[in-house]
């Protein structure tokens, strides 16, 4: 159980990294911030990175210290693109007590970065892209993520779901937060790799 717990918080933060620092090859007119919603408080510009926007939202400051402790930012400041599942502080919290503190630690390294990297998919998806690969495959499409987990995404009206490894469904709560080098998609649950 600990194990799961770690691999989920670790699944979260990652892609949130990797969403924020892929950032500067993708110069997007400024003008363009105005079309982004507001991510934990804070604009999200779409001529930044994923890191350097991802530092600004109070409701992903978990994301970004376990993407730190994964040492993933310099990676994911590359050029991608990339989408990134980006679990929120709430989402981390309903992992079971003490997860992400394990997680963290230095002898973790390995397990949070693969949790983290099965948050990033190694494309640039917006919601509409997302939506549309669903119904052609008739309700469920399966996605293959950086960490080589492979979850299903659905979609019911414009409402998003990702069903784990594990059988868990996420939400995605705030879609389509376009960043220098990808995409974000704010979800309320931490993505896990099946067991």
Same mark, same amino acid.
């Given at each position: 159980m600990k194990v799961r717990s770690l691999i989920l918080a670790a699944t979260v933060a990652l892609p949130m990294a990797i969403a924020g620092c892929a950032s500067s090859s993708a110069g997007t007119d400024s003008s363009m911030a105005h079309e982004n919603p507001m991510v934990g408080?804070? #604009?999200?510009? #779409?001529?930044k990175?994923? @890191? =350097?926007?991802?530092?600004?939202?109070?409701d992903h400051t978990? /994301?970004? $210290?376990?993407?730190?402790? %994964?040492? /993933? +930012?310099?990676? &994911?400041?590359?050029?991608?693109?990339?989408?990134?599942? %980006? #679990?929120?502080?709430e989402a981390f919290d309903k992992l079971p007590?003490?997860?992400? =503190?394990? /997680? &963290?630690?230095? =002898?973790?390294?390995?397990? /949070?970065?693969? @949790? &983290?990297?099965?948050?990033? +998919?190694? $494309?640039d998806a917006m919601s509409g892209d997302i939506k549309h690969m669903i119904d052609m495959d008739g309700g469920a499409h399966k996605v293959k993520t950086v960490g080589g987990c492979v979850f299903? +995404?659905?979609h019911k009206g414009d409402q998003i779901m990702i069903k784990d490894g594990q059988g868990n469904i996420a939400h995605v709560t705030? %879609?389509?937060?376009?960043?220098?080098?990808?995409? @974000?998609? +704010?979800?309320d649950r931490v993505l896990l790799p099946a067991s």
């Open positions: 408080g804070a #604009p999200m510009y #779409p001529s990175n994923i @890191i =350097e926007n991802a530092v600004n939202s109070k978990t /994301l970004v $210290a376990a993407v730190k402790a %994964a040492g /993933l +930012v310099d990676t &994911l400041q590359g050029k991608g693109p990339f989408t990134v599942f %980006a #679990p929120t502080n007590a003490g997860t992400v =503190e394990t /997680l &963290l630690k230095p =002898e973790n390294k390995d397990m /949070l970065t693969k @949790i &983290l990297t099965c948050h990033v +998919v190694a $494309a299903t +995404v659905m705030i %879609a389509d937060v376009k960043q220098s080098n990808g995409v @974000i998609h +704010v979800i």
